[in-house]
């Protein structure tokens, strides 16, 4: 019942506003529950839609798209020739080598070091020779040893 200034005593202002509060809570969960039933359908048709329009689809936000097995990084013909020669001198020095000894003469970062170490294992250049905990150590073949002397003379 209001009071002379026309105003409701606070226990009835706090029993409007909690049923209130009850009464959007329960609205804002049947909208959520609608929206969690409409948005799958919704990306559903904006990629059917794109289809049609023959429109890539927007990426979906996540995790990258992976390379295709067999599909690496490419290093040049250049860098090559520097890792080469930087692993030549290494060779000199040592019969035993690690990718970070080539890293710490050249600005280059671990996975562009291991694709070449690769390739040049693959054409038959380096070999791998032991590992010591995380360290792989490597040496030349003979064709590495061969183009290791031919630098020497």
């Known amino acids: 019942m209001p009071d002379l200034n026309g105003s409701e005593p606070p226990n009835a202002a706090i029993t409007a506003l909690e049923s209130m509060l009850v009464t959007r809570r329960e609205r804002v969960r049947?909208?959520?529950?609608?929206?969690?039933?409409?948005?799958?359908?919704?990306?559903r048709y904006e990629k059917a839609l794109a289809l049609l329009k023959d429109e890539r689809p927007a990426p979906t936000p996540g995790r990258k798209p992976q390379r295709a097995q067999g599909q690496h990084t490419r290093v040049g013909a250049e860098r090559l020739a520097a890792i080469k020669e930087v692993v030549l001198r290494l060779a000199a020095e040592s019969d035993e080598f690690r990718q970070i000894d080539v890293r710490a003469h050249l600005d280059i970062t671990s996975g562009v070091t291991a694709?070449?170490?690769?390739?040049?294992?693959?054409?038959?250049?380096?070999?791998?020779a032991r590992q010591q905990g995380p360290n792989k150590y490597y040496r030349l073949t003979t064709e590495g040893l061969r183009e290791l002397e031919a630098a020497k003379a």
């Open 115 to 128: 694709i070449a170490f690769e390739r040049l294992r693959q054409e038959g250049w380096l070999r791998f």
């Open 30 to 43: 049947q909208l959520r529950e609608e929206l969690a039933g409409i948005e799958p359908e919704l990306k």
